[in-house]
């Protein structure tokens, strides 16, 4: 929290539409590599993020990501068992109450705009009949933490306190969500 508001003006829309309390899955466009830890800031309620194996395994954010009790994955194709007991975390996750929020495109956005959704979102459906919570980031493509800049000496931020808004949509049933 601290590092987030001592970086951004961050500003939550729509908080309101994540439940108090009980399970629920939220997904959110990835801007950025803070992109988790903003939406943590943001929200009351501890939540369980969904997270690339490679990036999990990084020596010195292994620790946070532990201590965020991050849920690693790669594809199946990698690796079957990191694949599937991400889903069956994910899955004791929501039916102990708890929110778990994916990025439904499964990796950062090269140019800044949505990508097309992979299948692990219905997955994660078809076993938790859960809400899920759409959401928006905005304003973090410019950021030091996007692939907005190749090099990273292009990435240094032009100033502190840049505004980034979280949107948070009303919930939607499980049934009702598809990728088209």
Known sequence: WLLVNFTYRLRARGLERIPEDGAALLICNHVSYVDAIVIAAACRRPIRFIMDHGIFRLPVMRTIFRGMKAVPID????????YERA?????????????????????????????????????????SRVPVVPM??????????????PSLWKRWPRRLLAPVTLAIGAPMEAAAVTLG
């Open 75 to 82: 594809p199946r194709s990698v690796d079957p068992t990191i």
């Open 136 to 149: 928006a980031l905005s304003n973090l493509w410019p950021s030091m933490f996007s692939r907005r800049q």
């Open 87 to 127: 889903f069956a975390t994910v899955e004791a996750e929501l039916a102990a109450g708890n929110l778990v929020c994916i990025f439904p495109e499964g990796r950062l956005t090269r140019d800044g705009g949505i990508d097309v959704f992979k299948g692990g979102l219905l997955r994660i459906l078809e076993r």
